[in-house]
T-cell receptor, first 115, second 112 residues
Framework: NAGVTQTPKFRILKIGQSMTLQCTQDMNHNYMYWYRQDPGMGLKLIYYSVGAGITDKGEVPNGYNVSRSTTEDFPLRLELAAPSQTSVYFC??????????????FGNGTRLTVT | KQEVTQIPAALSVPEGENLVLNCSFTDSAIYNLQWFRQDPGKGLTSLLLIQSSQREQTSGRLNASLDKSSGRSTLYIAASQPGDSATYLCAVNARGTDKLIFGTGTRLQVFP
């Protein structure tokens, strides 16, 4: 009963380094999302995917890339880390899209610090 | 542009009180509104989902209402317990999109 699994839980990056945040779900959900949460703020959508091979930008996509080669996995790539990307990153999934009233399931997050 | 606001930002109450958390949104064209709970260092857990055609949803001691025309939702927690201490976020699913727009949350502390 794993649900949505994110790795790593914590990471410290130097400015300009790259990394990939991993996200996998075992619920066979079509929709997957990446959000970031800054202190005292709500969640902002970075990218989302409605199925394998399909991705689209959210509210704050700059500085990030995603891919969706399988239904289970939705990795988030940071190419040139900047201090502004210090945040907590959440991956989420849902069975279907918003119009079908499907609740979101979240992972426990990755806390990223860029110094 | 859809905006979601939650008031108050923080709330501290004694155990046993009934309490109401508020959520407002600017565009009534939504598919649904969802309430989530977030514990420190954890992800979000879905509590209740209210479809745009519904007025309220209940789960145990939780009751969420939706007034789409006025752009408001409330989460009512009956007989609060220390275990209810967490941050509560609401989010709306804007019609025509698959995106959830989140409020900034209400941090609730229930003390014994």
């Amino acid at each position: 009963n794993a649900g949505v699994t994110q790795t790593p839980k914590f990471r410290i990056l130097k400015i300009g380094q790259s990394m990939t945040l991993q996200c996998t779900q075992d619920m066979n959900h079509n929709y997957m999302y990446w959000y970031r949460q800054d202190p005292g703020m709500g969640l902002k959508l970075i990218y989302y995917s409605v199925g394998a091979g399909i991705t689209d930008k959210g509210e704050v996509p700059n500085g990030y890339n995603v891919s969706r080669s399988t239904t289970e996995d939705f990795p988030l790539r940071l190419e040139l880390a900047a201090p502004s990307q210090t945040s907590v990153y959440f991956c989420a999934s849902s069975e279907v899209g918003g119009g079908y009233n499907s609740p979101l399931h979240f992972g426990n997050g990755t806390r990223l610090t860029v110094t | 542009k859809q905006e979601v606001t939650q008031i108050p930002a923080a709330l501290s109450v004694p155990e046993g009180e009934n309490l109401v958390l508020n959520c407002s949104f600017t565009d009534s064209a939504i598919y649904n509104l969802q309430w989530f709970r977030q514990d420190p260092g954890k992800g979000l857990t879905s509590l209740l989902l209210i479809q745009s055609s519904q007025r309220e949803q209940t789960s145990g001691r939780l009751n969420a209402s939706l007034d789409k025309s006025s752009g408001r939702s409330t989460l009512y927690i009956a007989a609060s317990q220390p275990g209810d201490s967490a941050t509560y976020l609401c989010a709306v699913n804007a019609r025509g999109t698959d995106k959830l727009i989140f409020g900034t949350g209400t941090r609730l502390q229930v003390f014994p």
